[in-house]
Nanobody, 118 residues
Framework: QVHLAESGGGLVQPGGSLRLSCAAS????????MGWYRQIPGEERELVAA??????DYADSVKGRFTISRDNSKTTVYLQMNSLKPEDTAVYYC?????????????WGQGTQVTVSS
């Protein structure tokens, strides 16, 4: 069994900051990639940022404002979000590609609401 635990969402004013966390636990052999997606009701889920090894990738809309990182154990991924805008409002989902006792799989967190509003 693999479990992803997200935290860190909430309400923030435009220009503010939030930090999301996602911790993976369970019978994990290795983690290939970790990332964050977001979704607005009625729209498709979109990639926000991803990290694989030492490489990172960002959506154009968040470049220069968001930073993705991992802890030393490589099982927790963070998304530091600065200079937040109302259009960043969405449910944010953690995504992990890993190898466990069940083989290679893609896992999703439960989602955390981020609301940017004055």
């Amino acid at each position: 069994q693999v479990h992803l635990a997200e935290s860190g969402g909430g309400l923030v004013q435009p220009g503010g900051s939030l930090r999301l966390s996602c911790a993976a636990s369970g019978r994990i052999f290795s983690i290939n990639a970790m990332g964050w997606y977001r979704q607005i009701p009625g729209e498709e889920r979109e990639l926000v940022a991803a990290i694989r090894g030492g490489s990172t990738d960002y959506a154009d809309s968040v470049k220069g404002r968001f930073t993705i990182s991992r802890d030393n154990s490589k099982t927790t991924v963070y998304l530091q979000m600065n200079s937040l805008k109302p259009e960043d409002t969405a449910v944010y989902y953690c995504n992990v590609v890993l190898i466990s006792t069940s083989g290679t799989g893609i896992y999703w967190g439960q989602g955390t609401q981020v609301t940017v509003s004055s």
